[in-house]
C-alpha cells in the first residue's frame, strides 16, 4: 500500500514537473535536433561542393594543359562563382595568377591573387598570397605597393617569408641597411635548421 501511494506520488510529481517544464524541454531538445540536422546536412553540403569542384578543377587543368585558354578561364570563372569557399577554386585562380604573371599580365595576376586573399583568411594562404602580390608589385616597379602587400597579420613562423622579401624590396630599393635589418628580422624567426637560414645569410653578406 505504501509502494502504491509512493507511486502514485512520483507520478503527480512527474505531471507537474512536465506540465510546468516539459514544453521548454521539448523546445531544447527540437532546438538540440535542428542543430545536429543542420551540421549533417552541412557538412553533406560541403562534401558535396568539393566533389563539384574538384570535377570542374580537373576541366581547368586539362583545358590549361591543351592551351585552350578560353575554356579554362571559363572553368576558373564557374569554380570562382560557383563554389568560391573551396579549396579548388582556390588553387585554380593561384595557378592562373601564376601564368598571367609569366605572361607578364601583371594587373591580371594581381587582380587573381586579390580574389583569394579576400575569399580565403588562413594564415598560410595569406602569407602566399602576400608574397606573391609584392613580387608582382615589385616587378612593375611600385614599391610602395610592394611593402604595403606585405602588411598582412600572420603568425610568427610565417614572417620570415615575409621579412624576407620585404629585404628582397629594399634591396631593390637600393636601401641596403634596411634590407640587411629585415633580413635579419627574418633570420631571427627561423629555427637553427631551416634551410632558408644560408639563403638569408648570403644575402646579408652580399650587402655588407
Known amino acids: 500500500m505504501v509502494v502504491h501511494i509512493q ?22 531538445l527540437l532546438v538540440v535536433a535542428l542543430a545536429y540536422l543542420g551540421h549533417v546536412l552541412y557538412q553533406s553540403h560541403i562534401r558535396s561542393n568539393n566533389e563539384k569542384a574538384a570535377a570542374v578543377f580537373d ?8 592551351n585552350n585558354i578560353a575554356e579554362s578561364k571559363k572553368a ?6 560557383e563554389y568560391p569557399d573551396t579549396i579548388r577554386a ?3 585562380t593561384l ?4 601564368s598571367a604573371f609569366d605572361d607578364g599580365k601583371y594587373d591580371e595576376a594581381i587582380r587573381h591573387l586579390q580574389w583569394v586573399k579576400n575569399k580565403q583568411h588562413d594564415d598560410l594562404l595569406q602569407t602566399i598570397v602576400a608574397q606573391r602580390l609584392a ?17 598582412v597579420k600572420v603568425t610568427s613562423s610565417f614572417k620570415p617569408v615575409l621579412l624576407e622579401t620585404k629585404g628582397d624590396i629594399l ?13 635579419q628580422q627574418a633570420l631571427n624567426l627561423l629555427s637553427n635548421d631551416s634551410v632558408q637560414r644560408e639563403i638569408l645569410q648570403m644575402k646579408i653578406s ?3
Not at 576541366?59 to 591543351?66: L, Y
Open 7 to 28: 507511486d502514485e506520488q512520483e507520478v503527480a510529481n512527474f505531471k507537474y514537473f512536465w506540465h510546468r517544464w516539459g514544453r521548454w524541454i521539448f523546445a531544447v
Open 59 to 66: 576541366t581547368f587543368v586539362n583545358q590549361a594543359r591543351a
Open 76 to 81: 576558373l570563372v564557374q569554380l570562382q562563382q
Open 90 to 92: 582556390t588553387q585554380a
Open 95 to 98: 595557378m592562373m595568377a601564376g
Open 135 to 151: 613580387t608582382v608589385y615589385l616587378q612593375q616597379g611600385k614599391y610602395d605597393d610592394a611593402l604595403q602587400a606585405l602588411d
Open 171 to 183: 634591396q631593390a630599393q637600393k636601401k641596403s641597411t634596411e634590407a640587411v635589418a629585415a633580413y
Open 206 to 208: 652580399s650587402l655588407n
